[in-house]
C-alpha cells in the first residue's frame, strides 16, 4: 500500500508533461493519418517513427528532474522522512515513468497500425519484398524490449548523473553532464566483460523469414549480452538507492 | 548540570562541519524520555544541523547519534515524527490528499485526530497547499506530525510564521500531548518568552557547542532568571 501510494504520487508528479507529449503524439498521428496519400506515402514512412525519438529524451528529462525537483522544492525533506527504503522511492519513480512510456508507446503503435492500414497497398507496393515477408511479430517483440531498455538506461544514467550531482553545491549542471557521460563510457566497458562474464548463457534465437532459409532471416540475441544489459540496469538502479538512502544528505 | 535520566536520543562527540563552516563541535547530549526538551539558540548555532542529524537526513562527520535505541535509520522513522523548519509539502496535493499520503505511508498515523485538529486549526481538508498562506503552511505541517502516535516528536521551530492564536493552541496541544508521559518532544525556537512555562528540559546551543543544559525549573531556581533572561545572559 505505501509504496502503490507512493508511485500514485510519483505518477501525478509527472502526469502534465506525460499528457502533454501524449496530446502531441496522438495529434501528429491524426495528422498522419488525414495527410497520408499514395503520393505522400514516403514521406509519411519516413517521419511515422519520430516520436519514438522524442520518448527516450523524455525519460532523460524525467531521470534528471524527478530529483532535482525534490531537492529544488524542499520537498526531499518529506521523501527522506519516509520510513521507505532507496529501492522503493527508486522503484516508484521509475514505475511512474515506465507506465507513461508504456501508454505513449502504446498510443504511437495505435497511430502507425492505423496510418499504415489506410495504406496498406501503397505501402505494400514501396517496401522490398523480403521486408513485407517479416515475421513482424518477432521483429517489433525484440525491437520494443531493446527500446524499452534503451530508454530505462538513459533514465537511470540521467537519475544517477542528477543524484550525483548533489554532492557538489557549485557546477552542478556540469557535475551531471561529466557524470552521464563517465556512466555511459563505463557501462560499455562493464557491458563487455558482464557479457564475456555470462557466454556461457544459450542465445536465443528467432526465425523472422519462414524457417531460417537464409541466414539473413535470423535474428540472434546473445544471451551474455542480454544478461549484461539487465545487469547494467540493475547496477545503476541499487547505486542510486544506496546514494540516495545512505548517503546523500538534505 | 546533568542529571541521571533515562534518555530517548542521545548524541556523543557529535561534529558536522559545511566546508570551513564548524555546524556542531563535539556535541554530547542526552534528551530526557517523556519530556519537552526545548533547544534554544541563535541563527546558525547548530540547532538545525542537529535535528537533521537526529532525524537521519543528515550525516555526522564524527560521532554517535542513538535515537529510540537505535541509529536513525528506516525502521525507526516509524518511531519518531520530524517536523522541518522549511515547507516541504508538495504545493500542488490538497490537505486531504496529503493526510491519505501519511496515512498510507506511516503506520502511526491517526487520520481521525488529522482530520480533528485540521478543523481546530481553521484549515478545510479540501483546500490546496499552494492556496495556503505561510501561517496555514505552518500549521498544517505541524498537524501531520502531531497526528502521528510517536514516542518522539522532533519539531524544528514549529512555532515560526505562526499567528499568536494558533501558537497558543498549538502549545495546549502539545503540552496536552506530553501530560500523559508516554512520548518526548525534541523543540527547538527562538519564542522563549511565550513557550518557555512549557519547557521541561532547555539545552542552549551556540557556536556548535551545548552552552548550557538543565531542567527548566532548575535553571530558574539555580540563576534566578527566567528562561527569556537566561537565554539573554548565555547568548550576550
Redesign the interface.
Known amino acids: 500500500?505505501?509504496l502503490?501510494?507512493?508511485w500514485k504520487?510519483e505518477l501525478?508528479?509527472i502526469s502534465f508533461s506525460g499528457l502533454t507529449l501524449l496530446l502531441l503524439s496522438a495529434a501528429f498521428y491524426i495528422f498522419l493519418y488525414y495527410q497520408a496519400r499514395p503520393g505522400t506515402i514516403q514521406i509519411i514512412l519516413g517521419v511515422i517513427y519520430l516520436p519514438f525519438f522524442i520518448y527516450p529524451l523524455f525519460l532523460l528529462f524525467q531521470g534528471y528532474r524527478t530529483f532535482s525537483r525534490e531537492w529544488r522544492?524542499?520537498?526531499?525533506?518529506?521523501l527522506?522522512?519516509?520510513?521507505?527504503?532507496g529501492y522503493e522511492i527508486i522503484l516508484a519513480k521509475f514505475l511512474a515513468a515506465a507506465v507513461v512510456l508504456i501508454v505513449l508507446m502504446a498510443t504511437s503503435s495505435t497511430g502507425i497500425y492505423f496510418v499504415i492500414s489506410r495504406n496498406f497497398t501503397a505501402v505494400n507496393q514501396i517496401l522490398p519484398p523480403e521486408i513485407t515477408a517479416l515475421n513482424w511479430e518477432a521483429v517489433l517483440g525484440w525491437g520494443l524490449v531493446i527500446y524499452f531498455w534503451l530508454c530505462g538506461f538513459v533514465y537511470f544514467t540521467a537519475q544517477l548523473s542528477s543524484l550525483t550531482s548533489r554532492f557538489f553545491n557549485k557546477f552542478r549542471w556540469l557535475v551531471t553532464l561529466l557524470v552521464f557521460y563517465l556512466v555511459n563510457y563505463l557501462t560499455i566497458r562493464l557491458a563487455g566483460y558482464l557479457g564475456l562474464l555470462f557466454d556461457w548463457l544459450p542465445n536465443v534465437r528467432h526465425y523472422v523469414i519462414g524457417q531460417a532459409e537464409e541466414a539473413a532471416g535470423l535474428i540472434e540475441v546473445n544471451g551474455g549480452g542480454l544478461a549484461a544489459a539487465v545487469l547494467i540496469l540493475l547496477i545503476l538502479f541499487i547505486i542510486s538507492s544506496l546514494l540516495l538512502?545512505r548517503?546523500l544528505?538534505? | 548540570m546533568k542529571e541521571t535520566r533515562e534518555a530517548v536520543a542521545e548524541t556523543s562527540n557529535l561534529s558536522k562541519k559545511y566546508g570551513l563552516t564548524v555546524a556542531l563541535d563535539g556535541v554530547d547530549i542526552k534528551f530526557p524520555q517523556g519530556e519537552l526538551t526545548a533547544l534554544i539558540g541563535p541563527n546558525g548555532s547548530g540547532k538545525t544541523t542537529l535535528l537533521k542529524i537526529l532525524a537521519g537526513l543528515t550525516y555526522p562527520d564524527q560521532g554517535r547519534v542513538r535515537i529510540i535505541d537505535r541509529a536513525p535509520d528506516r525502521i525507526n522513522k516509524e518511531k519518531f515524527a520530524f517536523l522541518p523548519e522549511n515547507d516541504y509539502l508538495y504545493s500542488w496535493m490538497k490537505l486531504e490528499y496529503l493526510i491519505e499520503f501519511f496515512a498510507r505511508q506511516y503506520t502511526s498515523f491517526d487520520r481521525s485526530k488529522a482530520y480533528q485538529m485540521t478543523k481546530d486549526m481553521n484549515l478545510k481538508p479540501e483546500q490546496k497547499i499552494s492556496d495556503l498562506s505561510k501561517g496555514m503552511r505552518a500549521r498544517f505541517k505541524l498537524v501531520l506530525s502531531l497526528s502521528r502516535n510517536v514516542q518522539l516528536y522532533i519539531l524544528d521551530e514549529p512555532l515560526a510564521g505562526i499567528d499568536p492564536q494558533s501558537r497558543s493552541y498549538i502549545l495546549e496541544n502539545l503540552n496536552l500531548e506530553f501530560a500523559r508521559g508516554e512520548s518526548s518532544v525534541i523543540l527547538s525556537t527562538h519564542e522563549v518568552l511565550e513557550s518557555e512555562k512549557f519547557f521541561d528540559y532547555v539545552i542552549m546551543l551556540g557556536d556548535g557547542k551545548v552552552q548550557l543544559e538543565g531542567y527548566a525549573d532548575a535553571l530558574r531556581r539555580e540563576y534566578d532568571l527566567s528562561l527569556q533572561e537566561l537565554t539573554r545572559e548565555v547568548f550576550a
Not at chain 1, 80 to 85: A, F, I
Open positions: 500500500m505505501a502503490l501510494s507512493l504520487k501525478r508528479e522544492e524542499r520537498t526531499i525533506f518529506l527522506k522522512s519516509l520510513p521507505r527504503s538512502e548517503t544528505e538534505v
